[in-house]
């Protein structure tokens, strides 16, 4: 199971910031990768990125200048931070598990999401 | 970079069948996956591995692909099965999630 938590508003430029908890036993596994992945007001999915357990971290170039994304295994948890946040960055935000082996990429498991609005 | 796209909508009767397609460049070189994602809800794996099935989703649900084009079919469909749907694949060449734009499946 994965859990998002964090702050439900955001003021504009400021950082926005996400912690997804992971139960089980994955979290450390060598076939997982952990992602976060956003849906606009009526849009579809836009994947932002995805981190290792070792930290090994891939970045969606729409986003690359201004996401940091970081693991803490003690906790099983990973996060997201969004700098310079406006109000196109008001979405829902899904924490997801992963799956990879022999080549194929799959999220098996998703959080419920978490809507963060951006405004003054 | 790779590019999936989706009609935005498809609209069946119940009973019958419902094609949703995805197309991308040579996407049959690639593993695709589909979602279900009803409203208010997270996304849920429908189809993985081009047409494997996770357990608990029905039988009605299958996925295929040939040249361009994946398509996921729904026989008989149910009330239950209106949500919209999203392809996805790995892009290996950078190391990234690609999904479709979704599509709206209507029920009439």
């Known amino acids: 199971q994965l859990q998002e938590s964090g702050p439900g508003l955001v003021k504009p430029s400021e950082t926005l910031s996400l912690t997804c908890t992971v139960s089980?036993?994955?979290?450390?596994?060598?076939?997982?990768?952990w992602g976060w992945i956003r849906q606009t007001p009526g849009k579809g999915l836009e994947w932002l990125g995805t981190v290792s357990y070792s930290g090994s971290i891939d970045y969606s170039p729409s986003f690359q200048s201004r996401i940091t994304m970081s693991v803490d295994t003690s906790q099983s948890q990973f996060s997201l931070r969004l700098s310079s946040v406006t109000a196109a960055d008001t979405a829902v935000y899904f924490c997801?598990?992963?799956?990879?082996?022999?080549?194929?990429?799959?999220?098996?498991?998703w959080g419920q999401g978490t809507l963060v609005t951006v405004s003054s | 970079s790779y590019v999936l796209t989706q009609p935005p909508s498809v609209s069946v009767a119940p009973g019958n069948t419902a094609r949703i397609t995805c197309d991308g460049n040579n996407i049959e070189d690639k593993d695709v996956h589909w979602y279900q994602q009803k409203p208010g809800q997270a996304p849920v794996l429908v189809i993985y591995?081009?047409?494997d099935r996770p357990s608990g989703i029905p039988e009605r649900f299958s996925g295929s692909d040939s040249g361009n084009t994946a398509t996921l079919t729904i026989t008989s469909v149910e009330a239950g099965d209106e949500a919209d749907y999203y392809c996805?694949?790995?892009?290996?060449?950078?190391?990234?999630?690609?999904f479709g734009g979704g599509t709206k499946l209507t029920v009439l």
């Open positions: 997801a598990s992963l799956y990879f082996s022999s080549g194929l990429y799959y999220f098996d498991f």
């Open positions: 996805q694949v790995w892009d290996g060449n950078s190391n990234r999630v690609v």
């Open positions: 089980g036993d994955s979290f450390t596994s060598h076939n997982y990768l």
């Open positions: 591995y081009d047409f």
